[in-house]
């Protein structure tokens, strides 16, 4: 069976409301970590550490240290892979065997 473990680290990145909408907030360009703590999510400081680590871990967002602030940012790169991953699992596969009952 193959390990699927990076792939489904993307979609427990996608599967969280909050997460959505940081994703959402970081589509207008890099944001601080100071700025989306006072945006409307409802997050503490260490929840928002919280979904920050999933997001950075599954490759959709990257982040830079400059000093003590942490600066995130949309992956354009985790976005590719994560839209061949979509394409890959959904799309049919002739050539991968027959269904149930030999047909």
Known sequence: MEDFRQEAAVF?????EKR???LARLRSGEKCACVLQDQDLGLTQSG???H???LCESGLV?????????????SESGRR???????????????????????
Do not use: F, V
């Open 12 to 16: 427990r990145a996608l599967c969280d």
């Open 62 to 74: 990257e982040s830079r240290q400059e000093g003590k602030w942490t600066h995130y940012r949309l």
């Open 52 to 54: 920050m680590k999933i």
């Open 81 to 103: 892979r994560a839209l061949a991953l979509l394409e890959e699992l959904t799309a049919p596969n002739a050539e991968a065997g027959k269904s149930c009952c030999g047909r």
């Open 20 to 22: 959505l909408a940081i």
């Open 48 to 50: 928002l550490s919280y």
